[in-house]
């Protein structure tokens, strides 16, 4: 089996139909040169239904805050409404896509960050039954929803889920974002960031907010793989088949 890819899809793809259809489009291209496996959260539908239901919720250094009592809904719009939906996108593109958690067949392990409630911490498990689906040419579909050794379910930012994910399967893999990259305080594109300057360039407010974990979760894995990992934009399919191919595209983080 050749390398996988792992691709982390997030922001305005995942609640915008038209952009889904666009991204499965460059999505078949891309199994065809080498097996997928897709991460996803959904961050904005959960905040939107949360304000729906007179319930607040807020972020601390681009990640959510997320109490035990909003489990229910936020495993719901993951697991179950923006997973099911990707699936049924899939099948539209004779893709073969099986929804998963994290935590099916114990592919990623969590502990509890308790200072962020019930907010998991996640770690490389089991490649188990991604690799059998993978075989089987299955297109594993993963929503960033945890289980700690407890059996809490845990709110998993879904970058730090997927660099998990390629951690297990020893992946390549690709953070999307809804820009082409990481940006510098010009907007211009930082072609190569290495493990030495993250520390200046998110002291400097450079790189903030959600932008802070993707590099955060970039470096993890490019850490654990000792391979360089791309943070790019969605819209850009000539850049998603380069990356597919091992080409440069969008940010390559280093370690």
Same mark, same amino acid.
Request: proline content about 4%.
């Given at each position: 089996?050749?390398?996988?890819? %792992? ?5 305005? $793809? $995942?609640?915008?139909?038209?952009c ?7 999505v ?17 539908? %959960? ?5 729906q239901?007179?319930?607040?919720? =807020? ?15 936020v495993?719901? %719009? ?13 099948q ?20 509890? !960050?308790?200072?962020?409630?019930a ?5 490389p ?20 929803i945890? $289980?700690s ?5 845990l ?22 974002? !809804? %820009? ?5 305080? =010009? ?8 493990? !030495?300057?993250?520390?200046?360039l ?20 490019? =850490? ?5 990992i791309? $943070? ?24």
């Amino acid at each position: 089996m050749s390398v996988p890819l %792992v691709i982390k899809l997030g922001g305005r $793809v $995942v609640t915008d139909n038209d952009c889904l259809q666009q991204l499965f489009s460059t999505v078949t291209r891309l199994a065809a040169l080498r097996p997928l496996v897709l991460v996803h959260g959904g961050g904005d539908q %959960v905040q939107s239904l949360l304000q729906q239901l007179g319930q607040s919720s =807020h972020k601390v250094d681009g990640q959510r805050i997320t109490p035990a009592a909003h489990m229910p809904i936020v495993a719901g %719009v993951l697991a179950g409404d923006i997973n099911t939906q990707l699936c049924a996108v899939a099948q539209q593109y004779q893709l073969l896509a099986v929804g998963l958690t994290l935590a099916a067949g114990g592919t990623v392990q969590c502990s509890q !960050d308790t200072s962020r409630g019930a907010v998991g911490i996640p770690s490389p498990g089991s490649a188990q039954l991604l690799e059998s689906l993978i075989e089987q040419n299955y297109l594993p579909i993963v929503s960033s929803i945890g $289980v700690s050794a407890a059996g809490e379910r845990l709110n998993v930012n879904a970058d730090l889920a997927a660099a998990a994910i390629a951690q297990v399967l020893h992946a390549d893999l690709i953070l999307l974002t !809804d %820009v082409p990259g990481i940006l510098d305080q =010009h907007g211009q594109l930082i072609d190569t960031i290495h493990a !030495d300057q993250a520390p200046d360039l998110i002291a400097s407010g450079v790189i903030k907010d959600g932008m802070v974990v993707k590099l955060q979760a970039a470096l993890q894995a490019a =850490h654990a793989s000792r391979r360089s990992i791309a $943070v790019a934009g969605w819209q850009d399919a000539n850049a998603l088949t380069r990356l597919a191919k091992g080409e440069s595209a969008g940010t390559r983080v280093r370690y």
